[in-house]
T-cell receptor, first 115, second 113 residues
């Protein structure tokens, strides 16, 4: 069975602070893919990153960085120098088992960045 | 512009009525999906379609129906059999291969009055 846990329901920070959103996943498959999506108040899910299980290299994109650790089944997301525009719900998701349709989502973390 | 278009953005339905949510994509994607989102919850898969004229039930298909007559279109009908239809509905699509990124539309809010 696949499962994604985002233990942090809500996080509130002040602008310019760094913040890390946690994601822990469960799967028995050796091949799987992990994703992060951002959902701003408008509702649309915006794709941020995709990672496959064979690539543990961490990635940085501007103020965003991702730490993938298979040993702890975690795929954490860090925003450096947060901005008010980063306020949104962030979802971590898992696709595994060769099932292209099955994207299992965590319940999301609501990030509020205050000025 | 390329993308996934959902309509209407907001919809009100009386109890006992069926309602259809539209989803169109011009990304030439093979697979299309419908997800439901409830407050404080993650997304749950309702139906998906990997090719035209074929579709499969997801985790919460009861009370919903779909069709896939064209590659670009995947409408979702919320029937009167759906006991708690008030939710945010998201349509999505991708090229259908394993691990391929799924892209989402802007969503439709359905409220039963």
């Amino acid at each position: 069975a696949q499962k994604v846990t985002q233990a942090q329901t809500e996080i509130s920070v002040v602008e310019k602070e760094d913040v890390t959103l946690d994601c822990v996943y469960e799967t028995r498959d050796t091949t799987y893919y992990l994703f992060w999506y951002k959902q701003p108040p408008s509702g649309e899910l915006v794709f941020l990153i995709r990672r496959n299980s064979f690539d543990e290299q961490n990635e940085i994109s501007g103020r965003y960085s991702w730490n993938f650790q298979k040993s702890t089944s975690s795929f954490n997301f860090t925003i450096t120098a947060s901005q008010v525009v980063d306020s949104a719900v962030y979802f971590c998701a898992l696709n595994s088992g060769g099932s292209n349709y099955k994207l299992t989502f965590g319940k999301g973390t609501l990030l509020t960045v205050n000025p | 512009d390329g993308g996934i278009t959902q309509s209407p953005k907001y919809l009100f339905r009386k109890e006992g009525q069926n309602v259809t949510l539209s989803c169109e994509q011009n990304l030439n994607h093979d697979a299309m999906y419908w997800y439901r989102q409830d407050p404080g919850q993650g997304l749950r898969l309702i139906y998906y379609s990997q090719i035209v004229n074929d579709f499969q039930k997801g985790d919460i298909a009861e009370g919903y129906s779909v069709s896939r007559e064209k590659k670009e279109s995947f409408p979702l009908t919320v029937t009167s059999a759906q006991k708690n239809p008030t939710a945010f509905y998201l349509c999505a699509s991708n090229f259908g291969s394993s691990g391929n990124t799924i892209y989402f539309g802007e969503g439709s809010w359905l409220t039963v009055v």
